[in-house]
């Protein structure tokens, strides 16, 4: 877990300042677009600087939760190595992978009947993307 935060840093905080730093110049704007454009300059900033620290703290703490939560009585370190090992050795496929675990999900139940008249065919799936596309 400490492995993936440690790697998204670096780009994660270079692309915040850059965010930041091209927000701040409308502070110095002027005439009638400068209340207008205020509040932008200070609002984004912030949801950036929060954004940022949600990712390097709140979203690696749900996901270690999340991940041992399957996992009760594997240690995190034992587990990411076992979803690792299971795509490439004989031991059996993993939950998530196995397609009659997932078609007893509710997400699957849900959006299998509203897609599949959508991709039933090669057109339907093209006037499909190109109406989200317009959308």
Do not use: C
């Not at 620290?53 to 240690?75: C, D, E, G, M």
């Not at 034992?78 to 690792?84: M, R």
């Not at 675990?101 to 959006?111: D, E, N, S």
Request: without cysteine.
């Amino acid at each position: 877990m400490l492995d993936a935060v440690s790697e998204i840093r670096p780009p994660l905080i270079s692309a915040t300042l850059a965010v930041i730093v091209s927000f701040l110049p409308m502070f110095f704007i002027t005439g009638m677009m400068g209340p207008y454009m205020s509040p932008m300059a200070l609002n984004v900033p912030v949801a950036m600087l929060m954004s940022m620290v949600v990712a390097f703290t709140i979203t690696p703490w749900l996901s270690y939760h999340f991940l041992t939560w399957r996992n009760k009585n594997i240690p995190i370190e034992e587990s990411t190595s076992l979803l690792a090992s299971t795509a490439t050795s004989d031991e059996p496929i993993e939950e998530a992978y196995d397609p009659m675990v997932v078609q007893k999900t509710l997400l699957y139940r849900i959006f299998r009947p509203l897609m599949l008249p959508l991709l039933k065919t090669r057109m339907r799936a093209v006037l499909f993307l190109l109406f989200m596309g317009g959308l």
